[in-house]
């Protein structure tokens, strides 16, 4: 496990897609403030699009949420509610969170949220997806003990490569969801729902 682990590359960064315009690895507060929060319940969300989902997800729950986006619209669309709502629970970062991941401290998330992230399905493309035993085990290192990780995809080839490359990091067999479990509904998804896609989710701890 070891040396497959060493083995595994960094996800290619796909700049004209991931990064849009408007720059990159911004913050809208001291990421140095983020260790004065490690007592408290954190949610990592990657990927946030236009936000609607992160918003309500800040509204109704007294958790400290962190956003990790590349898309600039949704991430100043986002950061103007916050400031609207005065969302003082709601930390926002524009950028790769391959490379963000490090800036967090170690033990710090409880939970993380990937909803509907690019599957890139063509298999050239597939080293563009941030998911991957690189990432998985820096990942690893920010979560508390009794964490979460709730996955969620429309693109069943993609959900089954993310399944089986869980399965194989954690070397235990992961299930599907039976049933929708409560969580935030995204723009993304309701687009799938209306096109009649099925929604597949896994729900796992690294």
């Known amino acids: 496990m070891v040396i497959f682990l060493m083995m595994a590359n960094k996800p290619i960064l796909y700049q004209s897609y991931r990064r849009r315009k408007g720059g990159i690895n911004n913050h809208d507060s001291n990421m140095r ?99 991957n035993e690189y990432f998985l085990e820096k990942l690893r290192e920010k979560l508390k003990k009794d964490n979460q990780i709730h996955f969620a995809s429309d693109h069943i080839n993609f959900f089954l490569d993310t399944k089986k490359l869980i399965s194989r990091f954690l070397n235990i067999e992961i299930e599907f969801l039976q049933n929708r479990v409560k969580r935030p509904v995204t723009k993304y998804e309701l687009k799938a729902l209306k096109n009649k896609h099925k929604v597949f989710e896994i729900l796992f701890s690294l």
């Not at 962190?66 to 100043?76: E, P, S």
């Not at 950061?79 to 629970?89: A, E, G, T, Y």
């Not at 950028?95 to 909803?115: A, Y």
């Open 33 to 131: 403030e983020y260790g004065e929060l490690n007592g408290g319940y954190n949610l990592l969300d990657i990927g946030f699009g236009d936000g609607d989902s992160i918003i309500n997800l800040s509204t109704d729950s007294p958790i400290n949420i962190f956003g990790v986006d590349t898309y600039h619209v949704g991430f100043n669309k986002i950061l103007k509610l916050k400031s609207k709502k005065n969302l003082k629970d709601l930390y926002l970062i524009q950028g790769d969170i391959v490379d963000i991941i490090d800036s967090f401290p170690p033990n710090f998330f409880d939970k993380v949220h990937i909803f509907f992230p690019d599957p890139w399905p063509k298999r050239k493309h597939h080293k563009r997806r941030f998911l």
